[in-house]
């Protein structure tokens, strides 16, 4: 059964830092891993795509890495913003012929000005 | 892409009632998923939406609780039935959708019972 972890389960850092949040995951297997953005109280934006077999992706200040063999993603985010607050999830979707995607208990970051 | 329009956005509700939720796509979709994310945890499915037959419900969930209805390819609703305080949560619908099938969210609605 597939378990997703992430740590640190929360972050502060003042703005201007770079930063990396961290997923693992318990079974290699997978199709994908998806990383998101939350506010507070509101729905998920997707941020980045990694299919199982890319390395990393790239979007703007964002940086994606992929390890399925370790059972490892991070997030890098290059000079932090107050606006960057928010939390982080990853969502891993396995390939043992299902569809669904099991999420990560979240990175909860804040970013001082 | 996908855009999903989700509402209500919020609502406070009395214990004993039902709430609707509902999800408009702009584009047609297979299946929608709805999730629900307790306070201070992440997100759970509770059930996959799908077309023309009955949704398929995980774990924990039973169709007389959280009944649903998917009566075309763009549109689904939730509803929570027989409300308990638990059920304060924030419900989400998703779809799959472009290149990847990148997963795609509402905006979330986030309901408190009393």
């Known amino acids: 059964k597939q378990e997703v972890t992430q740590i640190p389960a929360a972050l502060s850092v003042p703005e201007g830092e770079n930063l990396v949040l961290n997923c693992s995951f318990t079974d290699s297997a997978i199709y994908n891993l998806q990383w998101f953005r939350q506010d507070p109280g509101k729905g998920l934006t997707s941020l980045l795509l990694i299919q199982s077999s890319q390395r990393e992706q790239t979007s703007g200040r964002l940086n994606a890495s992929l390890d399925k063999s370790s059972g490892r993603s991070t997030l890098y985010i290059a000079a932090s913003q107050p606006g960057d607050s928010a939390t982080y999830l990853c969502a891993v979707r396995s390939t043992s012929g299902t569809y669904k995607y099991i999420f990560g208990t979240g990175t909860r970051l804040k970013v001082l000005a | 892409s996908a855009v999903i329009s989700q509402k209500p956005s919020r609502d406070i509700c009395q214990r004993g009632t039902s709430l609707t939720i509902q999800c408009q796509v702009d584009?047609?979709?297979?299946?929608m998923f709805w999730y629900r994310q307790q306070p201070g945890q992440s997100l759970t499915l509770i059930a996959t939406?799908?077309?023309?037959?009955?949704?398929?419900?995980e774990s924990g969930f039973v169709i007389d609780k959280f009944p649903i209805s998917r009566p075309n390819l763009t549109f689904s609703t939730l509803t929570v039935s027989n409300m308990s305080p638990e059920d304060s949560s924030i419900y989400l619908c998703s779809v799959r959708a472009g290149a990847g099938e990148k997963l795609f969210f509402g905006s979330g609605t986030q309901l408190s019972v009393l």
């Open positions: 939406a799908n077309q023309g037959s009955e949704a398929t419900y």
């Open positions: 584009s047609q979709v297979t299946m």
